[in-house]
């Protein structure tokens, strides 16, 4: 028995070690950047190919892929901001062929200013959200007379106000939960926006437009690159930033009802139970 | 269907699916036959379905810090190990380590289950 005891603890102790692994962040398997990683730095933002481009095993190395134009990159980390590691690939990428997409950082360094700290929880209900403020500032009060207090489903989560990736979708069910936020921002036309983190079935982290939490539309034409100044979204429905590719796991979140799993799991339980004690009591029949 | 509840159908079936396998394995190999094999079977669907079930649960709505939820996740699994145990105990004519049996099919299970997760993420 002590025996067992102990091949049981060893299993546990190495399944959790196994857990932590999964935790583990990826790093680009090649010797230039195991020589060079110190010269590197981090990235984890999102390029876009301006023409067809090619994959290097090493900065000026040989070509060992390519990439065509308008498609979507993470880089892992630039070196001397002429070259990028790709992100979850081997390879390297000179940055002159790409262009990067503005972003949520991009977002923060924009409108410092203009981000509010606040504290607040999105209710998820049955059929229902609503938005419940613990701490509201003074100068974000006319804009949050115009929030809803209540909505349906589903509430999305943008990237960044203006941006046109919904990052994750809230869906309606049978459990009650929250989400909760932090910031708040001001856009230009007055309106509010809420920004989320935490985890809930996963990690959520964007901007909620309080007025419309159920929106689909992007609120206002916002900047698609980095690099230059105008909004160049096409139709205002910008789908040059393909959906799904950050975090866009369209969990429904809490949506789920679990009241009809749960009474389909009592129910298997139930027969399981039934058909065992039966198949007890024959065997005794039968042993006696 | 709503995601969350064909993440939970997916959750259960497959995870039910691999209990099975691997348990029914562990079983084969450790002698078992016949209506042993059917007790094992049964009492696997008896109790792997409501440990998922309280996995999921416990995963998405507790906030869950890391620790916690391996914490958590290790009291359901001892629950799990327990309740077969005692169902073994019951059929002592087939099962004469019900302890020892509950514990091996239980960590082959969990280990190997752990080890196809980590697959899948790599």
Redesign the interface.
């Known amino acids: 028995?002590k025996k067992?005891?102990l091949?049981?603890l060893m299993?546990?102790v190495?399944?959790?070690c196994?857990?932590?692994?999964?935790?583990v962040i990826w790093i680009p398997m090649d010797s230039f950047y195991e020589m060079h990683a110190s010269e590197c730095v981090k990235s984890g933002r999102r390029y876009e190919a301006r023409s067809d481009m090619n994959i290097y095993d090493q900065p000026d190395g040989k070509v060992t892929g390519s990439i065509k134009a308008g498609e979507a990159v993470y880089l892992y980390c630039t070196w001397q901001d002429s070259w990028g590691a790709l992100d979850w690939k081997n390879g390297w990428v000179r940055l002159s062929d790409l262009r990067r997409y503005y972003d949520e950082d991009d977002f923060y360094a924009e409108h410092f200013s203009q981000i509010f700290t606040v504290e607040g929880a999105l209710l998820l209900g049955e059929d229902k959200v609503q938005i419940k403020w613990n701490y509201m500032p003074d100068e974000i009060k006319d804009a949050a007379g115009a929030q809803v207090s209540e909505a349906s489903y589903p509430a999305n989560l943008w990237a960044y106000p203006g941006s046109n990736m919904i990052r994750r979708s809230f869906?309606?069910?049978g459990?009650s939960?929250s989400i909760t936020f932090n910031s708040a921002y001001v856009d230009e036309s007055g309106a509010l926006w809420l920004r989320f983190s935490?985890?809930?079935?996963g990690r959520y982290e964007g901007w909620m437009y309080a007025s419309d939490l159920s929106s689909e539309t992007p609120r206002f034409v916002g900047r698609i690159y980095a690099d230059t100044d105008e909004a160049e979204r096409e139709d205002g429905k910008g789908e040059k930033v393909p959906a799904g590719v950050t975090g866009a796991n369209?969990?429904?979140?809490?949506?789920?009802?679990?009241l009809?799993?749960?009474v389909?799991?009592a129910g298997?339980?139930l027969i399981?139970?039934a058909?065992?004690i039966v198949?007890?009591r024959r065997?005794r029949t039968q042993?006696a | 269907m709503n995601p969350f509840l064909r993440f939970l159908v997916l959750s259960l079936s497959i995870s039910l699916g691999l209990t099975l396998a691997i348990e029914i394995i562990g079983a084969l190999i450790a002698g078992k036959r016949g209506r042993a094999l059917v007790i094992v079977l049964l009492v696997n669907v008896l109790t792997n379905p409501p440990a998922v079930l309280a996995s999921v649960c416990i995963t998405g709505l507790l906030f869950p810090l890391p620790a916690v939820e391996k914490l958590c996740i290790l009291a359901i699994e001892a629950a799990v190990v327990c309740v077969e145990a005692l169902v073994y105990r019951s059929w002592w004519e087939y099962f004469w380590h019900p302890w020892r049996l509950s514990l091996a099919l239980n960590a082959a299970s969990f280990v190997l289950g752990t080890l196809m997760q980590l697959l899948i993420l790599f």
């Open positions: 028995m067992f005891m091949i049981w299993t546990v190495l399944a959790l196994a857990g932590a692994l999964a935790d869906g309606s069910g459990v939960s935490g985890y809930l079935y369209g969990n429904g979140g809490p949506g789920g009802s679990l009809l799993p749960a389909a799991v298997v339980m399981t139970a058909l065992l198949m007890r065997t042993g």
